[in-house]
């Protein structure tokens, strides 16, 4: 089972929303869905300052970036985006 990271950060509205379109998912199981917050990487802070909130798939090249909606996110995530 590959992780789900969303990356974010602590006030981001938007990353909040995304945080429940993730709770709500019916293809992302909870011990699968690990929050990454964009301060604690200078990496992440470089890539998705300007993006977040954004869905990466252990194993995938291509991210899921904002917005989106629950149907996206899990047509995302089955692999059908």
């Given at each position: 089972?590959?992780?789900?990271?969303?990356?974010?950060t602590?006030?981001?509205?938007?990353?909040?929303?995304?945080?429940?379109?993730?709770?709500?998912?019916?293809?992302?199981q909870?011990?699968?869905?690990?929050?990454?917050?964009?301060i604690?990487?200078?990496k992440?802070?470089?890539?998705?300052?300007?993006?977040?909130?954004?869905?990466?798939i252990?194993?995938?090249?291509?991210?899921?970036?904002?917005?989106?909606?629950?149907?996206?996110?899990?047509?995302?995530?089955?692999?059908?985006?």
């Amino acid at each position: 089972m590959n992780k789900i990271y969303l990356y974010g950060t602590q006030g981001c509205h938007l990353c909040e929303m995304a945080m429940s379109l993730c709770e709500q998912s019916q293809s992302i199981q909870q011990e699968q869905l690990v929050y990454r917050d964009i301060i604690d990487d200078p990496k992440w802070l470089q890539q998705y300052k300007l993006t977040i909130p954004v869905i990466e798939i252990e194993g995938r090249s291509t991210v899921l970036g904002w917005p989106f909606d629950l149907e996206q996110l899990n047509e995302f995530i089955n692999g059908n985006y």
